[in-house]
């Protein structure tokens, strides 16, 4: 199972305890293959490539979405050349404020940004990804200019909030989470249409007079085009049904995740409506690959 981000982040933190129910499903290894770069898209790029066996998956975010729009050319086609699985989990994101910033709020936020254009700092998991694409529709939305700085993983940026080397971040929940727990960092609204039910009290961004505002990062899995119907469906039937273990529900769902199984054809229309939705606030937010 092919993972786009360094160990440490909300794929990883995902990727683990599904790939542990499915070995014992299977009753075959399932080995985690960090391959991390450009977004997601140098894993991406070695599925496509893969034998079309069933034996290699990758486990997307919805920066698989985003790819198509922010990257010129990508070296596969996002729609023909994987064979859909099934939607995993989805998980709200947060805005989370470095200690040393001094907002509270989303409208603090917003007056800070406005008081020094391109100062404030915003740290994601990676050019392309949805906390840089967050940041930047909030940015347009907001009529606010602030920088962007890449890092390799959920994990990196939160080293370096803490380190206090970025002021804020639009990170996964399952990743941030505890530092905000700790008193580290500072939580100031979360992106979903409601509150996160490991957060249930910092507000929403349409709460925080953000209108319409609503993201959620999603997790997938797809295998390369061409694996037979047969493969597609049988894993598609064993991942909808280790989603619903107790135990598995219990310690993802403590992550912030909200898990879902389907089918490879709700999927596949799921990835498309993404496609269009992230095409627009691309195109919208002006956001380009640095």
């Known amino acids: 199972m092919l ?50 066996d069933g034996h290699t998956l990758i486990l997307v975010l919805a920066a698989h979405a985003i790819n ?14 994987f064979a859909p699985v099934s939607l995993v989990a989805n998980l709200p994101m947060i805005v989370a404020a470095s200690s040393s910033l001094k907002a509270n709020t989303i409208p603090e936020l917003i007056a800070a940004a406005k008081a020094a254009p391109g100062k404030l700092t915003f740290g994601s998991a990676g050019n ?14 907001a009529g606010i200019k602030m920088t962007h700085v890449p890092y390799k993983g959920s994990a990196g940026v939160v080293n370096a909030m803490l380190a206090g080397e970025i002021d804020l ?15 580290r960092m500072r939580a100031l609204a979360v992106t979903g249409e409601k509150h996160a039910s490991i957060s249930p009290d910092v507000p929403t961004m349409i709460e925080a007079g953000m209108p319409g505002f609503v993201i959620n990062g999603w997790y997938a899995i797809l295998a390369p085009a061409g694996t037979p119907a047969p493969v597609v469906e049988r894993l598609s039937k064993e991942i909808a049904s280790v989603l619903t ?46």
Request: no cysteine.
């Open 169 to 183: 971040t639009f990170d996964s929940i399952s990743t941030s989470w505890p530092q905000i727990k700790s008193g």
């Open 128 to 141: 392309g990804n949805t906390g840089h694409l967050a940041a930047e529709f909030f940015s347009a939305q």
């Open 245 to 290: 273990l107790p135990d598995l529900r219990a310690q993802i769902m403590a992550g912030g995740y909200e898990p879902v199984g389907s089918t490879p054809q709700a999927l596949s229309a799921h990835i498309d409506a993404e496609l269009t939705r992230w095409s627009k606030v691309v195109k919208d937010s002006g956001a380009k690959v640095d």
């Open 68 to 81: 198509a729009s922010l990257y010129p050319k990508l070296p596969y086609d996002t729609r023909k050349d």
């Open 3 to 52: 993972i786009p981000y360094p160990p440490g982040g909300s794929a990883d933190l995902l990727g683990r305890p599904l790939a542990m129910k499915l070995q014992e499903r299977l009753g075959q290894n399932v080995v985690l293959e960090y391959k991390p770069g450009a977004g997601g898209t140098v894993a991406s790029q070695a599925l496509a490539r893969a034998k079309p």
